[in-house]
T-cell receptor
């Protein structure tokens, strides 16, 4: 299995631009999570999906952030407009609770976002 | 509510000496507990997990952790540190209550000196 795939790995953009981060979960996993990691705040859960449906988006910082999961193999996290304080590493993770799993999540390599 | 506290933000050891990374948790449910490792500029990798089976859990790369309910602790240990163990380590508790949310500790940065 290729694991969780994220793209791009690095993104540099100017303030005010739209940014789209992409994630492909592990095949067969029915939960998908988006996290943000910064030095100041550590790892924060932004939103998670179950069977492509958003379950909890209470961690999404502002309306500038939105996430979608149009099918079981693809999700996007969009920031519009982007701001310098959005600079962080964004991780996607997935898991399969159907297998009687114990909530172990598999993480992608992350997207390092820099907003100038 | 679930929470996790990593008692040390930085730990420094010499190569070949034991490693101890401390973690305390709080949970309203029988928790699932994990340790994840993050090497510089990399994603998070699962080291080991506790899911109400054996209280002493063995993980990858020689790490192990012991679940102690009476102390609400889940400390991570390794008998002999390698240079390649230098990384950030996260203690994690599951959200419980039918949710898949993970609650992350703040992390402990492990430095290994020759």
């Amino acid at each position: 299995d290729a694991g969780v795939i994220q793209s791009p790995r690095h993104e540099v953009t100017e303030m005010g631009q739209e940014v789209t981060l992409r994630c492909k979960p592990i095949s067969g996993h029915d939960y998908l999570f988006w996290y943000r990691q910064t030095m100041m705040r550590g790892l924060e859960l932004l939103i998670y999906f179950n069977n492509n449906v958003p379950i909890d988006d209470s961690g999404m910082p502002e309306d500038r952030f939105s996430a979608k999961m149009p099918n079981a193999s693809f999700s996007t996290l969009k920031i519009q407009p982007s701001e310098p304080r959005d600079s962080a590493v964004y991780f996607c993770a997935s898991t399969n609770r159907r297998a009687g799993g114990n909530y172990e999540q598999y993480f992608g390599p992350g997207t390092r976002l820099t907003v100038t | 509510a679930q929470s996790v506290t990593q008692l040390d933000s930085h730990v420094s050891v010499s190569e070949g000496t034991p490693v101890l990374l401390r973690c305390n948790y709080s949970s309203s449910y029988s928790p699932s507990l994990f340790w994840y490792v993050q090497h510089p500029n990399k994603g998070l990798q699962l080291l080991l997990k506790y899911t109400s089976a054996a209280t002493l859990v063995k993980g990858i790369n020689g790490f192990e952790a012991e679940f102690k309910k009476s102390e609400t602790s889940f400390h991570l240990t390794k008998p002999s540190a390698h240079m390649s163990d230098a990384a950030e380590y996260f203690c994690v508790v599951s959200g419980g209550g039918g949710y898949n949310k993970l609650i992350f500790g703040a992390g402990t940065r492990l430095a290994v000196h020759p």
